[in-house]
Structure formats: structure tokens, C-alpha cells
């Protein structure tokens, strides 16, 4: 079975500090990682995602992350916040093997404060 | 507007009612997903259809009924819910239901149950 876990529900920063957001995953087959952010009110909007290939994938709004096959990880990084990252964020797997299912974290709310 | 449109935004229901929420895309995808969000929980993946064929029901409760007439509108009909559950249902579409393809999400349905 697949799964992911972002282990800390809550994650506070001070605008131009670096951001992260941290994720493991679990999956049999090769994973397909992705992040999500959720504005208040909003559906989930698509970040960035990993396939194959470079480790460090660069997506949306200044974010990268950085895949780690030996950890199992993909955290999401920021160099530097702005108070408009503030939101709930997504990490979310889908196993290679399995086409259908992709699962979610919990997800982190990310505070940026001025 | 992300081109998946969820309506109504927020509904109020009885456990004796029965209600459906409606999903739309204009997006030209194939592939459209049901997903409950509950607060501090990971999204929990309802129902999954690719080319209105329904390929994922993740072991939801029968009062949940999921209808795909075509592969633009998505349906949950509701029927004798439980408070608990209330939640966040979010659609959202995409190419296909396989490998890396990136999910879009509507904004989301906010159901209370009474």
C-alpha cells in the first residue's frame, strides 16, 4: 500500500527565511511525488511534481523540492518566504505500478510572518 | 477559476435528505476523482473514473452513490449521511488517471450534516 506522511502539522517562518516542508512517502513501484498548495477557500492548486531524472525539481512561485530515493523523501523548499506562502500544503505519491490511486498527506499549514 | 466548477459551494443537510453535489470540467480531461477532506486528516480518495468508467471506489459507505454521465460531469448523490460526514468534497479532473498527470481541483463542497 501507498503512503505518505508530512510530519509536522504546522510550520512557521519570518518573510525572507528559508522554507521547508517536509514529506516521506511509501510506495512498492517507482514514485510519482507531487505538492499542492491550498488557499483559504480554494481547491488544491498543482505546485510541481517528480517523474525521473534530476533529483532537485524546480515549480511554481520560487518552490523547488528535492527528491531522496535512499530517504524516501521529497520535501518542499523555499529560499526565501514571502507572507503570501501562507497556505496549506500537499504532499501527495502515486505508485508507478498502480495507475489509479494517488494519495495525500495530511497536509502542513505554513505560516509567513511579516 | 481553475476550469473545474463544484456546486453547491456549501450545503446543509438533514440525515434524512437526500442531496448531490455536481462537478464540472471544461478541460478536455478524461479522468475525474471524488476526494473527502477532513480537517487534520490526509484526502481521503472516494471514487476515481477514467473515460466514465468507474476504475477506484476506495471502500466509501453505499450512502455515497457517484455518477459519471460523460467524461465532463461528476456526481455524488447523497443519501441518510452521518455528522460525521461533514467535510470538504473536492473534485478534481485530469488527462488521464494514470502516471504523472497533474490533478485540477474545483473549489470544493463544504458539507454539514445535522
Known amino acids: 500500500a501507498q503512503s505518505v506522511a508530512q510530519p509536522e502539522d504546522q510550520v512557521n517562518v519570518a518573510e525572507g527565511n528559508p522554507l521547508t516542508v517536509k514529506c516521506t512517502y511509501s510506495?512498492?513501484?517507482?514514485?510519482?511525488l507531487f505538492w499542492y498548495v491550498q488557499y483559504p477557500n480554494r481547491g488544491l492548486q498543482f505546485l510541481l511534481k517528480?517523474?525521473?531524472?534530476?533529483?532537485l525539481v524546480k515549480g511554481s512561485y520560487g518552490f523547488e523540492a528535492e527528491f531522496n530515493k535512499s530517504q524516501t523523501s521529497f520535501h518542499l523548499k523555499k529560499p526565501s518566504a514571502l507572507v503570501s506562502d501562507s497556505a496549506l500544503y500537499f504532499c501527495?505519491?502515486?505508485?508507478?505500478?498502480?495507475?489509479?490511486?494517488?494519495?495525500f498527506g495530511a497536509g502542513t499549514t505554513v505560516t509567513v510572518r511579516a | 477559476e481553475t476550469g473545474v466548477t463544484q456546486t453547491p459551494r456549501h450545503l446543509v443537510m438533514g440525515m434524512t435528505n437526500k442531496k448531490s453535489l455536481k462537478c464540472e470540467q471544461h478541460?478536455?480531461?478524461?479522468?475525474m476523482y471524488w476526494y473527502k477532506q477532513s480537517a487534520k486528516k490526509p484526502l481521503e480518495l472516494m471514487f476515481v473514473?477514467?473515460?466514465?468508467?468507474?476504475?477506484e471506489n476506495n471502500s466509501v459507505p453505499s450512502r455515497f452513490s457517484p455518477e459519471c454521465p460523460n467524461s465532463s460531469h461528476l456526481f455524488l448523490h447523497l443519501h441518510t449521511l452521518q455528522p460525521e460526514d461533514s467535510a470538504l468534497y473536492l473534485c478534481?479532473?485530469?488527462?488521464?488517471?494514470?502516471?504523472?498527470?497533474?490533478?485540477?481541483f474545483g473549489a470544493g463542497s463544504r458539507l454539514t450534516v445535522l
Open positions: 478534481a479532473s485530469s488527462v488521464q488517471a494514470s502516471g504523472a498527470n497533474v490533478l485540477t
Open positions: 510506495v512498492s513501484g517507482n514514485p510519482y
Open positions: 517528480y517523474i525521473t531524472g534530476d533529483n
Open positions: 501527495a505519491v502515486r505508485d508507478g505500478s498502480n495507475d489509479y490511486k494517488l494519495s
Open positions: 478541460l478536455g480531461h478524461n479522468a
Open positions: 473514473y477514467n473515460f466514465k468508467e468507474q476504475t
